[in-house]
Nanobody, 122 residues
Framework: QVQLVESGGGLVQAGGSLRLSCAVS????????TGWLRQAPGKERELVAT????????YYADSVKGRFTISRDNVKNTMYLQMNSLKPEDTAVYYC???????????????WGQGTQVTVSS
C-alpha cells in the first residue's frame, strides 16, 4: 500500500508561482511512476506531469510545458510540482498519484492523494 499526501496549494494571482509537494510513504518500487493530475469544476481529470521514481524521466502536458517543473527527492520520498507563470485556467484541485507500472501519459493510477486546491485569480 502506498500513501500520498499533498500540500502547498492556495490562492495566487495570475503570473505568480506555487510549489506543490507530495509526501510518499509505504511500499514503493523503482518501477513506480508518480504524477500530478488536476480537475477543474465541470471538467474531466487532466494529466499535468509525470516522473519515473527511479530514473527521473518526465512528461508534461502541452498546457503546462515550459511553466511547470516536476521533480522528486528519493531521500525525502517527496515529489514536487513547481508552477510558474500561473494562469486562471490552471485553477483546479491538484492530485498526486502513483502507479505500479510504466505509463507516462495515462490518467489511470493505483494510488491517490486527497487533493489540494489551487486558485489563480486574474
Amino acid at each position: 500500500q502506498v500513501q500520498l499526501v499533498e500540500s502547498g496549494g492556495g490562492l495566487v494571482q495570475a503570473g505568480g508561482s506555487l510549489r506543490l509537494s507530495c509526501a510518499v510513504s509505504g511500499r514503493t518500487f523503482s518501477s513506480y511512476v508518480t504524477g500530478w493530475l488536476r480537475q477543474a469544476p465541470g471538467k474531466e481529470r487532466e494529466l499535468v506531469a509525470t516522473i519515473t521514481w527511479s530514473g527521473g524521466r518526465t512528461y508534461y502536458a502541452d498546457s503546462v510545458k515550459g511553466r511547470f517543473t516536476i521533480s522528486r527527492d528519493n531521500v525525502k520520498n517527496t515529489m514536487y510540482l513547481q508552477m510558474n507563470s500561473l494562469k486562471p485556467e490552471d485553477t483546479a484541485v491538484y492530485y498526486c498519484a502513483a502507479r505500479r507500472t510504466l505509463n507516462m501519459q495515462t490518467t489511470l493510477y493505483d494510488y491517490w492523494g486527497q487533493g489540494t486546491q489551487v486558485t489563480v485569480s486574474s
